[in-house]
C-alpha cells in the first residue's frame, strides 16, 4: 500500500521528449507539403523553381518560429 510519496522508479518510461521532438518535425513536414500544394492549386501559372523556393522561404520561417 502506498504511503503517500510519490516516486517516479514506479513509473513506467516515457520518452516525451524524443515524441515531442518528432511530432513537430512531423508537422512541419505536413505543413510545407500543405503549402506547395496550396501554391500549385492558387498558383498554377508557378514554375516547379518559383514553387520550391517560396517554399523554403516557408521552411526558414517555420523553422524560426519554433
Not at 501554391?39 to 514553387?51: N, S, V
Amino acid at each position: 500500500m502506498s504511503d503517500g510519496n510519490f516516486n517516479r522508479s514506479l513509473l513506467p518510461h516515457t520518452p516525451y521528449h524524443s515524441g515531442l521532438k518528432a511530432g513537430k518535425a512531423m508537422e512541419r513536414q505536413y505543413a510545407l507539403e500543405a503549402f506547395k500544394s496550396y501554391l500549385q492549386a492558387t498558383h498554377p501559372d508557378m514554375t516547379e523553381e518559383d514553387i520550391k523556393l517560396e517554399t523554403e522561404r516557408f521552411r526558414k520561417i517555420l523553422s524560426a518560429k519554433g
